[in-house]
């Protein structure tokens, strides 16, 4: 191991203090977009689109009947944009509103602007849109059958020659499995509020992780330069990765609506128009061959990740890449070839979800280690272990060494903790005596990349005032959705200054104060605004310790910020005192800070770099019971040891490491988005897309945090990013099941597929039967 | 007052106490829940309920609490304190809900362990904490003694709830659009006399939605809940009688006593709002597909009287369902009462519900079986399946079939099981293939049968053990 992390202390960061909204959350007085009273004359925007048809010409778009429904003002089409007609993050393809053609059913043709949000979308019911029908492609298969254009070329990693050592070897498998997509299911639908300001200007308050970029889109869209256009986050009622590219369409209408009337429009979406007509997780067919040996050590690996993208690109780029980028989870792979497709399909384009690609990359190396453990009789554990990075072991497919490995530390803890191998012979005893009901046990790691792979984005701003009563007012580029960034910030802040968090105002995150932002996303929060905001007031504090040098005549190390104190030599006075006399001595108590990730690089073309500051692991250990005459299953108990480095507030990250794994079972099990032929999503509301409920959650749920010395990579107080790798434990919940499965025929890897809702668990039963 | 206006609305639109959410609009997620106190056989009881498809004139006589209410003087209420003290909230969205059905666990007097607690909990989505830390902050504060301005205002309350009970007729609005909540027998036949063409509402778990979702016009609603005649739970030796308005709730005692698989069922139909507005009757009168009861009902030989004017007539549950959307109700005529016979000695029950997640879902498969035995011998089967047909239907052919088998005779059985595909050409949709659903039926069969034939419900179940409901 390298070096040990230098050894500090700290007074505030690592407390586990509360959400700085709890308070507000508990009593229903935290505002969100759709909470604020609306000013004067406020009308309301809602979309409207074609009932049916997933694919063709619009023959024709009667709005007639729209116009003439009470309380409209006007209806929306792509005429009345006065710029550009674009709403996608980067490529140019993802218009506001249709205009010739219909490539997804739930797409945007107009919009209707009314005095209530009842009338509004009474109102959009009454278009007659037609289409005239092309074939769809609604699945991967679909789009692989009509060769239907890609909607981002084919990429690959490679090492060695995989196809050959597979031909030659004695024990190899070939598999293809999928794996459901999911929807945010945010319980704050996509929200929008538009203020119409003077010569032309616009300010949008968006329930959005990329105000930045909601910015650019309704100034592009508007035609106006960007520093017309100001958008303001305070929260999130959940993002997910959901409000990421997706909140951009919305505030476009907002603010498209505020510009054709003058007036105050607010565009709110139902919540079933928000699942049809939003993004989700990419859903993917995986095909594999592997080679090993008789220990189960893989000694090559060729996979394909075929990935439905839907209609556009969105950010299908990234979360693919991503996908590639964790195929390998934890596991060193001799000869590799990933290769990946970017299929086009005539479907809601899909987008950014925690995990961003990761945990579909992951199931592929899960999947693996369980088909090979199964074929072989062997304890899945024991290949996992057998296959894990390690020395001379450390190359990624993508070339990248991997130096801060602790995931057999890690595993070898939990083990120990779950009481993995006792339990393992209990359940061994159970099946043999069940007719009827199997158990199944899993223990999982998870190794996370981070860091966002286009390596701009790691970047971070931040602003902070120092008040002369010793009040600090905190501004960052960061969003709230819930995950607790703005505390952790707050805390970090207070920190350096010596005080209180409730002395550290915390503000909306506005494009107004910090410019040209990164999307909260890539689990990154905390990690780049955190440095940003101790930057900023690490600059204040100088200037104070420089000003206290002078005033006081004494050495900068007799000065210290602590407890809400400055102490000065031997006198003592409160930050407001200090502030209060620096303000008088004319010296500037406001500053911006700003954090770019150092050392990371890659080159996409070439496949070369390191694309990751660190990596953050994990491991988890799940049991589940499943009933082999109807599929259906029971979680009985979880153990989970995740890294979170030195924490930066042991609260919020539980809170994260639970969330996201309760998240991730979820996508696994109960959670299946279906889509018709005719393309229509059939599952857009909560009535037949199931999330997670409180009795899902195994009331044997044990978690910890990983004792770390720190991250060894220099983060913010030597934390480590929480938001997204906590969702890929639940990898060990579906492996369970694929371990209670495979109880009925030792000798076979069962062919489960995700989720494992349970007609799917029914299938893999019966095929072990067949 | 508009007819159609939800209570959600009222709450957002003309209160601006925005501090209960919409999340969903069709009463899955919770966000919107408030606390609705209203007298039961005299007792104040505070039950949760989904503001977004509650229509306002349901809350009339009732005590509406919503979450902009409970902290007072600056403090907040334990049920509060306890979700800030255990980092129950991240986004925050979802948790006026929670806090609001937490309040009338709170108020239950409860001391509540964990299986009440997610039960209570099953209507209110989470998606970011994973749900630990909520559970947490219940057990914590809902520990059955409940202390604060509510709980000392109880006797007020009380009073003032039953002031307002005055057994009148409500009309609000005129013959081309209204809200009506009759009180007595013959102002609900005048009205239905009068304006056949109105919606009957009971709960609003269904009629709400084609408010919300299907955005329908819906001008003239006569609400029955002030029906007395038709809120009444009648318990005999050997049936219990609904009257149609009778909630979910207010039936699971008595019903869910008929057999352990009942409970257990009703505990998984909708969520706590869902069952404290729903009721049985509604849910039987407008057919809805998405009506897990029924099956178990027409099993247990169950019966409607129906009622139009003041001529009423009986049919049998299963005959009440005639094809997809279509029952035999004429125009005026509603369900009035339905008769559910309780088990005999010689009847054994089994009721099963298949679906995604366990808890508030509609089931892709329903199966519920009595079998009347004579022994070890079969006398008689009543089998009935929802999902597996337009309508719950029974399974014919399979209950001749398993008549006079032995409960030893497992190869008989699955000969027997061969007669479901007789009876049922299921469809396959998302919830479930058409094959998964036949497959399932027929499991479903086999399970029962093996369960009476003795094998213990912890061997055959991964969940609604019959010996956990049994030890309550």
């Known amino acids: 191991m390298p070096a040990e992390v230098k050894r500090f202390t700290t007074e505030t960061v690592g407390l ?40 063709g010409r619009i023959t024709r778009c009667d709005l007639d009947a729209v116009r003439n429904s009470p309380g409209v003002v006007a209806v929306l089409t792509a005429a009345d944009i006065p710029g550009v007609n674009d709403c996608s993050p980067a490529m140019g393809d ?49 789009a692989l059958e009509q060769g239907t254009p890609d909607v981002l070329p084919p990429y690959e990693f490679r090492r060695g020659e995989p196809e ?122 995986i095909d594999y061959d592997a080679a090993f040996d008789k220990t189960g050590r893989l000694t090559a690996v060729d996979a394909s990740l075929l990935s439905r993208c839907g209609y556009s690109a969105d950010l299908s780029l990234g979360v693919n890449d991503r996908a590639m980028f964790h195929s390998d989870n934890a596991y060193y792979y001799p000869a590799v070839s990933i290769e990946s497709r970017r299929l086009r399909t005539n479907t809601v384009s899909n987008t950014a979800f925690r995990g961003f690609g990761g945990p579909q990359g992951m199931m592929l190396a899960e999947r693996m280690m369980d088909a090979i453990a199964h074929r072989l009789a062997l304890d899945p554990l024991h290949v996992r272990k057998r296959n894990f990075y390690g020395p001379k072991r450390d190359r990624t497919p993508y070339g990248m060494k991997v130096t801060d490995n602790i995931i057999a530390e890690v595993v070898a803890e939990l083990e120990k903790t779950s009481d993995y191998y006792a339990r393992r012979e209990a359940i061994k005893d159970f099946n043999a005596k069940n007719r009827i009901l199997k158990k199944g046990l899993a223990l999982t790691p998870v190794k996370f990349g981070i860091s966002f792979t286009l390596i701009h984005l790691n970047q971070a701003g931040a602003l902070v005032h120092l008040y002369t009563d010793g009040s600090v007012h905190l501004n960052h580029g960061g969003t709230e959705m819930g ?11 207070a920190e350096e200054f010596g005080i209180t968090p409730d002395r550290v105002k915390i503000t909306a995150t506005t494009t107004g104060k910090v410019p040209n932002t990164s999307p909260t996303a890539a689990s990154s929060g905390s990690d780049l605004n955190g440095m940003a905001a101790k930057e900023a007031a690490s600059q204040i504090k100088k200037r104070l310790i420089a000003f206290a040098e002078r005033e006081w005549q004494v050495a900068p190390d007799q000065i210290r910020f602590e407890k809400g104190r400055v102490i000065i030599a031997n006198q003592s006075m409160s930050l407001g005192e200090l502030a209060k006399r620096a303000h008088q001595a004319r010296i500037q108590l406001s500053a911006t800070g700003f954090y770019a990730t150092p050392n990371i690089t890659w080159n996409r073309d070439k496949v070369k770099g390191k694309p990751f500051f660190y990596f953050a692991y994990g491991a988890s250990c799940s049991e589940v019971t499943i009933d082999t005459l109807t599929g259906e299953m029971r979680v009985d108990r979880v153990d989970i040891l995740h890294d979170v480095g030195r924490s930066l507030n042991p609260a919020i990250d539980l809170g994260q490491i639970e969330g996201g794994f309760v998240q991730g079972m979820g996508w696994l099990t109960t959670e299946e988005l279906v889509f018709d032929k005719e393309g229509r999503l059939r599952t857009h509301a909560p009535s037949t897309y199931k999330i997670p409920c409180a009795s899902d959650v195994p009331a044997d749920f044990r978690v910890k945090l990983f004792a770390s010395p720190g991250n060894l990579a220099n983060t913010i107080y030597r934390s480590k990013a929480v938001g997204e790798p906590p969702l890929m434990l639940a990898l060990s919940v579906f492996s369970a099941i694929t371990d209670a499965i495979a109880a009925l025929k030792p000798g076979t890897a069962p062919p489960l597929e995700a989720p494992a809702t349970p007609e799917a668990i029914l299938k893999a039963v019966k095929a072990m039967s067949a | 007052m508009a007819p159609m206006r939800t209570l959600l609305d009222y709450l957002r639109l003309e209160e601006a106490s925005r501090g209960t959410k919409e999340g969903c609009g069709e009463g899955d997620c919770g966000a919107c829940t408030v606390s609705l106190g209203s007298l039961k056989d005299g007792r104040l009881v505070y039950e949760p309920v989904n503001a977004c498809i509650l229509l306002l004139g349901q809350v009339d006589g009732k005590e509406v609490v919503t979450v902009d209410d409970l902290s007072q003087g600056g403090r907040l209420h334990p049920i509060q304190q306890a979700m800030v003290d255990s980092h129950g909230s991240q986004c925050g969205f979802c948790t006026p809900g929670f806090v609001m059905s937490l309040f009338a666990l709170y108020q239950s007097g409860v001391a509540a362990d964990r299986q009440v607690v997610v039960d209570q909990l099953a209507g209110n989505l989470c998606r970011c904490t994973g749900y630990r830390p909520i559970v947490e902050a219940a057990l914590a504060s809902c520990t059955g003694r409940p202390d604060d301005a509510w709980s000392k205002a109880r006797g007020e309350t009380e009073k003032t709830l039953a002031g307002l009970d005055d057994g009148s007729d409500l009309f609000i609005g005129d013959d081309n659009g209204f809200f009506a909540a009759p009180a007595s027998d013959e102002a609900l036949a005048q009205l239905t006399e009068k304006h056949p063409d109105a919606v009957l509402l009971s709960g609003a778990t269904d009629v709400g939605l084609w408010i919300t979702k299907q955005l329908r016009d819906i001008g003239k609603i006569i609400h029955l809940g002030r029906m007395r005649s038709l809120c009444r739970v009648a318990e005999t030796a050997d049936a219990v009688t609904l009257g149609a308005a009778v909630t979910y709730a207010e039936a699971e005692r008595a019903l869910g006593s008929i057999d352990p698989d009942l409970a257990e069922l009703l505990r998984r139909i909708g969520s706590k709002q869902v069952r404290a507005s729903g009721t049985v009757g509604g849910n039987i009168a407008n057919g809805s597909p998405i009506g897990d009861t029924p099956p178990a009902l027409i099993a247990l030989g169950s019966e409607l009287e129906l009622r139009k004017g ?150 055959t179940r991964v969940t609604g053990v019959r010996e956990l409901v049994d030890a309550g």
Not at chain 1, 30 to 50: F, K, Q, S, W
Not at chain 1, 483 to 493: D, F, P, R, T
């Open chain 1, 483 to 493: 995950q607790g960034l703005y505390i952790k910030v707050a805390q970090v802040v």
């Open chain 2, 310 to 459: 003041t001529v009423t007539r009986a049919v049998a549950l299963e005959d009440f369902f005639i094809a997809y959307g279509k029952q035999d109700r004429a125009p005026g005529e509603i369900v009035a009462s339905v008769r559910v016979p309780k088990l005999k000695r010689d009847e054994a029950f089994r009721c099963y519900k298949i679906t995604k997640r366990f808890d508030q879902d509609i089931s892709s498969v329903l199966a519920a079986f009595k079998f009347t035995l004579d022994g070890r011998r079969i006398a008689s089967a009543r089998i009935a399946y929802g999902g597996m047909a337009a309508t719950p239907k029974r399974a014919a052919k399979t209950e001749a079939a398993v008549q006079n088998l032995s409960l030893d005779d497992a190869a008989g059985w699955n000969q027997a099981a061969d007669c479901l595909s007789e009876d049922f050409q299921p469809i396959g949709d998302h919830r479930a293939s058409a094959d998964y659903r036949m497959q399932t039926a027929r499991a479903l069969f086999i399970k029962a049968l093996t369960e009476i034939s003795g094998e213990a419900t912890r061997n």
């Open chain 1, 94 to 142: 993802d218009p506001i509103f249709a205009e010739d053609e219909i490539l997804f059913h739930g797409q945007v043709v107009f919009a209707v602007v009314a005095g209530t949000h009842d009338q509004a979308r009474r109102a959009a019911r009454r278009a007659r849109i037609e289409i005239a029908k092309d074939p769809a492609a609604i699945t991967v298969e679909d």
């Open chain 1, 16 to 55: 586990a203090l509360a959400h700085d909204s709890a308070a507000l959350h508990v009593q229903g007085r935290a505002i969100y977009i759709d909470d604020m009273r609306e000013p004067e004359g406020t009308l309301h925007v809602a979309p409207g689109y074609a009932s049916e048809g997933a694919k």
């Open chain 1, 164 to 285: 050959k050592r597979i031909a030659a070897a004695k024990m190899r498998l070939s598999d293809s499995f999928h794996v459901g997509g999911q929807e945010h299911f945010y319980l704050e639908g996509q929200v929008a509020f538009a203020m119409p300001e003077e010569a032309g200007g616009m300010t949008v308050y968006s329930s959005t992780q990329h105000p930045s970029e909601v910015q650019h889109c309704v100034a592009k869209m508007l035609g106006v330069a960007d520093a017309f256009v100001t958008c303001e986050c305070r929260r999130m009622g959940g993002g997910f990765g959901g409000k990421e590219s997706q909140a951009a369409q919305w505030a476009a209408l907002a603010a498209l609506g505020a510009h054709k009337t003058g007036r105050p429009v607010k565009c709110r979406l139902d919540r079933d128009d928000d699942m049809i007509m939003t993004g989700k997780r990419h859903d993917m067919r």
